[in-house]
């Protein structure tokens, strides 16, 4: 069946512009994941949703950074203001309500000149 | 002192050698533990996950985990040149969603 596909793969973006970030989650998971994965750093959490609660941002860096999750399945992950710290691969993540079980997307690289 | 330890290598072995992999960790609360495969520029491909101590075992790959020492061993055996690939550990606690993962061991299996 079909994974997690994210949008687009690759992003160049200048310093100071805003970014938006696609996830489409596997069909009939209901809990989503996004995470950051930095040269030389492991995996680092970024926000969960599960269902129709309200989402868990706790590991968002700083509120230039926002996600929102449509009719639970698809969600966007923005940074606005984007700085060159930034750069990273940005990876989606969904379950089917076990946390342990994540798989995740392809990732979109994005880079701030 | 990051959670999650997992030594960076590169690992390289040749074709049909036993491959061991581990990280070390410091929470205790850690309930699971799965091993990922992340091929370059792809995203992390989840092989197995364990609950609390013991072995699992599937085909080629075998997990280990031994609470009293806070370490993760993944095992695999008859390592072919597709296996190459960066492997990451990644914990949990019991009603934990976030994972918490290791840097991720870069391994080669030669022909």
């Known amino acids: 069946g079909a994974g997690v596909s994210q949008s687009p793969s690759n992003k160049v973006t200048e310093k100071g512009k805003d970014v938006e970030l696609r996830c489409d989650p596997i069909s009939g998971h209901t809990a989503l994941y996004w995470y950051r994965q930095s040269l030389g750093q492991g995996l680092e959490f970024l926000i969960y949703?599960?269902?129709?609660?309200?989402?868990?941002k706790s590991g968002l860096p700083s509120d230039r950074f926002s996600a929102e999750r449509t009719g639970g399945s698809v969600s966007t992950l923005t940074i606005q203001r984007t700085q060159q710290e930034d750069s990273a691969v940005y990876l989606c993540?969904?379950?089917?309500?076990?946390?342990?079980?994540?798989?995740f997307g392809p990732g979109t690289r994005l880079t701030v000149t | 002192q990051k959670e999650v330890e997992q030594d960076p290598g590169p690992l390289s072995v040749p074709e049909g050698a036993i491959v061991s992999l581990n990280c070390t960790y410091s929470?205790?609360?850690?309930?699971?533990f799965m091993w990922y495969r992340q091929y370059s520029r792809k995203g992390p491909e989840l092989l197995m996950y364990?609950?609390?101590?013991g072995n699992k075992e599937d085909g080629r790959f075998t997990a280990q985990v031994d609470k009293s020492s806070k370490y993760i061993s993944l095992f695999i055996r008859d390592s072919q040149p597709s296996d190459s690939a960066t492997y990451l550990c990644?914990?949990?606690?019991?009603?934990?969603?976030?994972?918490?993962f290791g840097k991720g061991t870069s391994l080669l299996v030669t022909p």
């Open positions: 949703f599960q269902g129709n609660s309200a989402p868990d």
């Open positions: 990644a914990m949990s606690e019991d009603s934990g969603y976030a994972l918490n």
């Open positions: 929470n205790s609360a850690f309930q699971y």
């Open positions: 993540a969904s379950s089917p309500g076990r946390y342990y079980e994540q798989y």
């Open positions: 364990t609950y609390s101590s």
